[in-house]
C-alpha cells in the first residue's frame, strides 16, 4: 500500500518536472526542473528494487549532466535569459505527434496483460551486476570505457577552440628570426 | 497494486514530453534535455521490465547503465560542439545554424 502512494507521488513529481522543464520560458530554470525529474527518477527506480542503477542516476544524471547542462547555459548566453527557451515554429505540430504517440503507448501498454513477479526481496543488487559486467557482457563493459575515453578526448579537442592565433604568429615572425636564442622563449611561450 | 503497465504508460508520457522538448525547441541546449529525458524515460522502461518480467537475471539494469554511460559521453562530446559553435556564430538557435542544410 505504501509502494501503491510512494509511485503515484514520485510519478507525478517526474511529469510535473518534465512539463516544466518543457514549458518554462528560462532556460537555467528548465535545467533546475530537468534536475529534479532526473531525482524522482531515481526514487522510481529504488521503489522498484534498482538501488544501484537509482544510485548511478543520482551520481551521474543529477551530479554530472545537469551541472554540465548548467554550465553550458552560462557559456552560451546571448540575449535575456527570461527569454532564451523559447518553441520554434513546430510546436503545434510537434505537440499533435506527442500527443498521438502517447496515445498509442497508452492503448498498447493498458491493451496487454504482463506477467506480474513478485515484488524483490531488498538484497542489494551490486553484487549481480557486477557479476553480469565481468561475465556476461565484458565486451560491451571494455566498450563502454573505450567510448568514455574517446568522448573525454573528443570534447577537450572539440571545446578547445583555437591553439595559436595570427597576431602572435604574426608578433612572432617580425621579433625574431635572425638568432636562435630570440627564437627560444617566444618558443617556450607557446603554449 | 502497481504494475508494468503503470510504469510503462509514465514512461511513454515521459518520452513524449522529452519528444516535445526535442522537436520543437528553439535553443540547442533545450533540444540537449529533451533528448536526456527521452533515454530517462528507456532507462524506466527497461528497469521496469526487468523488475516485472524477469526479475532473476538483471540484464535490464546492466543496459540501463550502459544507457547512463553512453548518454554521458554523448552529453560531453554535445555541449562541446555547441561551445564551438557558440564561439564560431555566437548564436545557439538551431533555426539560424543550418550550415549542413541543403
Known amino acids: 500500500m505504501l509502494g501503491v502512494i510512494f509511485f503515484y507521488v514520485f510519478a507525478a513529481a517526474v511529469v510535473i518536472g518534465a512539463l516544466a522543464m518543457v514549458f518554462t520560458k528560462n532556460l537555467v530554470h528548465a535545467a533546475l526542473f530537468m534536475a529534479g525529474t532526473f531525482l524522482m527518477i531515481a526514487f522510481l527506480y529504488i521503489l522498484m528494487g534498482a538501488d544501484y542503477v537509482g544510485a548511478v542516476q543520482i551520481l551521474v544524471y543529477v551530479g554530472a549532466i545537469s551541472i554540465l547542462f ?3 547555459i552560462m557559456l552560451t548566453k546571448r540575449d535575456r535569459i527570461e527569454d532564451s527557451n523559447r518553441f520554434n515554429r513546430y510546436g503545434p505540430a510537434a505537440t499533435v505527434v506527442a500527443g498521438l504517440l502517447f496515445a498509442s503507448i497508452v492503448l498498447t501498454a493498458v491493451g496487454t496483460t504482463f506477467a506480474n513477479a513478485p515484488p524483490p526481496t531488498g538484497d542489494s543488487t551490486i553484487q549481480t551486476i557486477a557479476g553480469i559486467f565481468l561475465s556476461d557482457y565484458v565486451l560491451a563493459f571494455e566498450f563502454a570505457g573505450i567510448l568514455l575515453l574517446a568522448a573525454l578526448v573528443g570534447a577537450i579537442v572539440i571545446g578547445k577552440g583555437q591553439l595559436s592565433r595570427k597576431p602572435r604568429v604574426a608578433v612572432q615572425g617580425s621579433s625574431g628570426g635572425d638568432t636562435p636564442g630570440g627564437g627560444g622563449p617566444s618558443k617556450g611561450g607557446e603554449r | 497494486m502497481i504494475g508494468l503497465a503503470h510504469y510503462l504508460v509514465l514512461a511513454g508520457l515521459l518520452f513524449c514530453i522529452g519528444l516535445l522538448g526535442a522537436v520543437a525547441k528553439r535553443n540547442a541546449i533545450a533540444v540537449f534535455m529533451g533528448v536526456e529525458l527521452m533515454l530517462n524515460s528507456v532507462n524506466l522502461n527497461l528497469v521496469a521490465f526487468n523488475r516485472f518480467l524477469h526479475p532473476a537475471f538483471l540484464g535490464g539494469q546492466a543496459f540501463a547503465i550502459f544507457v547512463i554511460v553512453v548518454a554521458a559521453a554523448e552529453v560531453s562530446v554535445g555541449l ?12 545557439t538557435s538551431l533555426d539560424e545554424i543550418d550550415l549542413l542544410k541543403w
Open chain 2, 80 to 91: 562541446a560542439i555547441i561551445l564551438a559553435l557558440y564561439r564560431r556564430k555566437a548564436n
Open chain 1, 70 to 72: 548548467v554550465f553550458g
